[in-house]
């Protein structure tokens, strides 16, 4: 069983940073994308940023040039950085990740139990 677990949310105030986490564990045979997805209040779920193995890194024009996505060598950590912090990143993150835990299983899509970001003065 794959399990995702965030850390690093909090209250922040405009224009400030935060990077959040997000470990991986369980079996993992391979990885087809991991990214960020956000959820505001009376709101969609939305895609913040992926990396996709086998393609170019996506972010949201809400927050490019404001968040980077990244992982670790082992590739079992994801990252989100997020520098200049508005009141509109407001939400619960939540880390995604689409990959076979097997090599006879068809890639699935993971979710993480979600952080609580809150940006306010």
């Known amino acids: 069983q794959v399990q995702l677990v965030e850390s690093g949310g909090g209250l922040v105030q405009p224009g400030r940073s935060l990077r959040l986490s997000c470990a991986a564990s369980?079996?993992?045979?391979?990885?087809?994308?991991v990214g960020w997805y956000r959820q505001a209040p009376g709101k969609q779920r939305e895609l913040v940023a992926l990396i996709p193995t086998s393609s170019n890194t996506y972010y949201a024009d809400s927050v490019k040039d404001r968040f980077t996505i990244s992982r670790d060598n082992a590739k079992t950590t994801v990252y989100l950085q997020m520098n200049s912090l508005k009141p509109e990143d407001t939400a619960v993150y939540y880390c995604?990740?689409?990959?076979?835990?097997?090599?006879?299983?068809?890639?699935?899509?993971?979710w993480g139990q979600g952080t609580q970001v809150t940006v306010s003065s």
């Open positions: 995604y990740a689409l990959l076979q835990s097997t090599p006879w299983r068809t890639p699935t899509a993971y």
């Open positions: 369980g079996s993992i045979f391979a990885t087809d994308a």
